[in-house]
């Protein structure tokens, strides 16, 4: 059973079929191998989606959709701009600071992704940026919308495993932080040895006033999102509905750049965004199940304990498998289908839970920008027209220093259980 699993999934994804296909058919496989009814199917992916939770899921892809069409994300990158342009390599750490911003409000790596490139890339290039660089700075810092909360995959991790939302919420604070501060050091690096431009923009009060005037409502909704959260005011989905609901009257009220025609369009875009992460999530729901049904999770968990109980050495296969993991299955179905195996392996061996979950989730967002299934990577070609080829090869360094990152979390938990013990989740 177990060979047919790995010869059907390894076959359709490599014919090219969408992962949450991959899943599918690898499952359907399976149940009929074991001579099981088909029905199942329906009904396990069902489970898979039917959760109060994971409703935050399509209100963080509605809300980022309409930070992006309302002009609050225009806003944030002037305000970006303003604090850091001046700086070697100007708009590159415009570019890292305004998705720090932004993955504040929408928790999604693809979101901001396409709104950087969009907006930024061509004109990063106009200033004299090399296109592979523009492209790389933005796909390796939308990658920060993950970590710093709220994120998507931080909800379903906590769907998953039973860990608290809230907690991996505080746990990405420092790192996020850590991420984007070293990214825009790696960019001042690269600003310095390429000649790269730094923005002439005066720094004085007024313009940090104006600016901050502008962007100071989007910058609420940050503040208002964790701050409802970490204090206990409201859960994650329903600070998902407060955040549609900031955004939807910061572009309609506020900025008011939001039309019913664009608000019709917003609607169909995170539909169909939201269908595709939840069709991936239920096919990860019944494919975990086959998995567990044949006990192939009970044997890895054996194999890595087999190996050594020393928790360093645990971690440091997790991460080589999960990078490597990384690279053909996408996020959430990852999680779904790893975290409670590895979980367990995690506790056994005596490592916390919630600094486990929370190492699991950096390593998915690391799978962002590996190929061949770099998601945040196909977004920034997609958006600017260059190569694949071509940012893969700019994006090296930037990979190489999220990994950096994930190996002195793994290693340091207080840097993830500082905040979270901060505010009593631990």
Not at 269 to 280: H, K, N
Not at 292 to 300: D, G, H, L, W
Request: with cysteine.
């Amino acid at each position: 059973m177990t060979v047919l699993l790995a010869s059907v999934f390894v076959l359709t994804l490599a014919i090219g079929f969408p992962v949450a296909i991959c899943l599918g058919l690898t499952s359907l496989a399976g149940l009929w191998a074991k001579g099981m009814m088909l029905t199942v199917m329906a009904q396990r992916i069902f489970t898979g989606i039917d959760s109060f939770p994971l409703m935050a899921v399509p209100f963080f892809v509605l809300a980022g959709e309409l930070m992006n069409r309302g002009g609050t994300t225009r806003r944030l990158i002037d305000f970006a701009n303003v604090l850091v342009g001046r700086i070697p390599g100007g708009l590159a750490h415009t570019n890292i600071v305004a998705s720090m911003f932004f993955g504040g409000i929408s928790g999604s790596a693809v979101a901001d992704a396409a709104a950087m490139g969009t907006i930024l890339v061509p004109g990063m290039v106009n200033k004299g940026f090399e296109p592979g660089f523009s492209a790389a700075v933005t796909a390796a810092s939308s990658t920060v919308g993950p970590i710093i909360p709220p994120s998507i995959f931080m909800v379903i991790m906590g769907v998953t495993t039973g860990l608290s939302i809230g907690s991996l919420f505080a746990a990405g604070i420092v790192p996020g932080l850590l991420l984007g501060f070293s990214m825009m050091a790696l960019s001042y690096f690269m600003a310095i040895k390429y000649h790269y431009p730094r923005e002439v923009i005066p720094f004085n009060l007024k313009t940090i006033g104006k600016a901050a005037l502008s962007a100071g409502p989007a910058l609420l909704a940050p503040v208002i999102i964790l701050g409802g959260i970490l204090g206990g005011v409201f859960t994650a989905t329903e600070a998902a509905a407060v955040a549609v609901l900031y955004a939807f009257l910061l572009g309609t009220l506020v900025y008011k750049e939001l039309s019913l025609r664009d608000i019709a369009d917003i609607f169909v875009q995170s539909g169909t965004t939201t269908a595709v992460l939840l069709l991936i999530i239920g096919m990860a729901n019944i494919f975990s199940w086959v998995l567990t049904a044949e006990q192939i999770p009970t044997r890895i968990a054996h194999g890595l304990l087999a190996i050594t109980n020393n928790p360093y050495i645990i971690l440091l296969l997790m991460n080589m498998f999960l990078l490597f993991i990384g690279m053909f299955l996408e996020g959430g179905a990852a999680i779904i289908i790893l975290a409670p195996t590895l979980l367990a392996v995690a506790t056994t061996v005596g490592i916390s839970p919630l600094h486990f979950g929370f190492v699991m989730v950096l390593n998915i967002v690391v799978g962002l920008l590996t190929p061949p299934l770099g998601v945040c990577l196909f977004v920034v070609a997609g958006v600017t027209g260059l190569e694949f080829s071509t940012i893969i090869r700019s994006v090296l360094p930037f990979l190489a220093l999220e990994i950096g990152v994930l190996l002195l979390v793994t290693y340091f938990p207080d840097l993830i259980l500082f905040i979270p013990r901060l505010l009593g989740y631990i």
